[in-house]
């Protein structure tokens, strides 16, 4: 059920500079896009979220954009910040549960 | 506001055996996830259910699996027989309504399963 990838496991950024996580899709009826951000023993935290009808959603230092006909979304943080070193998951969902991608590591060096 | 409550938080048993997960949602939130996440892996739907309904289970091992939702509030999973490959993370979640102008789902901490 691979609908949801995330192709690059890790990213290692330098404080200050910005981080860029990317997603793609298969399924194009995925009407609402979601980031979460997971600590160690911890459940996933909800970040920000995309509608379908939207290309562009910012709140703080942190930018979604979606690009339909590509079916690919991207996180932007700006500045990144040594705390937001986590688990970055991509999901994506229609009606029903989310489908998750294998998530990205970010390191953000001080 | 109270989160998204889950027990145990870890739990140890040998394949063969069974066992089952307690998840409060959070107040007012009518639909319920379970996820279980592999190491390495992002969270995969179990099941979802809309109030005390089944809305997805595709997912859903129904051989050794099986979720309820009682009074459309707490659920409980439960594996019986416990395979080797269940060992993972079983996340609960709950959000405020699905479809038609879907919102985030929030997350419990989660029971960590180990099949020896």
């Known amino acids: 059920d691979q609908q949801v990838k995330q192709n690059s496991p890790s990213l290692s950024v330098q404080e200050g500079r910005i981080s860029i996580l990317n997603c793609d899709y298969t399924?194009?009826?995925?009407?609402?896009f979601l980031w979460y951000k997971k600590y160690p023993a911890e459940g996933p935290t909800f970040l920000i979220s995309?509608?379908?009808?939207?290309d562009k959603n910012e709140d703080g230092r942190f930018t979604v954009f979606l690009n339909k006909s590509a079916k690919h979304l991207s996180l932007h943080i700006v500045p990144s910040q040594p705390g937001d070193s986590a688990v970055y998951f991509c999901?994506?969902?229609?009606?029903?549960?989310?489908?998750f991608g294998a998530g990205t590591r970010l390191t953000v060096k001080p | 506001e109270a989160g998204v409550a889950q027990s145990p938080r870890y739990k140890i048993i040998e394949k063969r055996q069974s066992v089952a997960f307690w998840c409060n949602p959070i107040?007012?939130?009518?639909?319920l996830y379970w996820y279980q996440q592999i190491l390495g892996q992002g969270p995969k739907l179990l099941i979802q259910?809309?109030?005390?309904?089944?809305?997805?289970d595709s997912q859903l091992p129904k051989d050794r699996f099986s979720a309820e939702r009682l009074k459309g509030v707490d659920s409980t999973l439960k594996i019986q027989p416990a395979k080797l490959e269940d060992s993972a993370v079983y996340l609960c979640?709950?959000?405020?309504?699905?479809?038609?102008?879907?919102?985030?789902?929030?997350f419990g901490q989660g029971t960590r399963l180990t099949v020896v």
């Open positions: 399924n194009s009826m995925f009407d609402y």
């Open positions: 995309i509608s379908s009808i939207k």
């Open positions: 259910f809309q109030n005390n309904g089944v809305v997805d």
């Open positions: 979640a709950s959000s405020f309504r699905t479809g038609g102008g879907s919102t985030e789902a929030f």
């Open positions: 999901a994506a969902s229609v009606n029903k549960g989310m489908r």
């Open positions: 107040s007012g939130h009518a639909t």
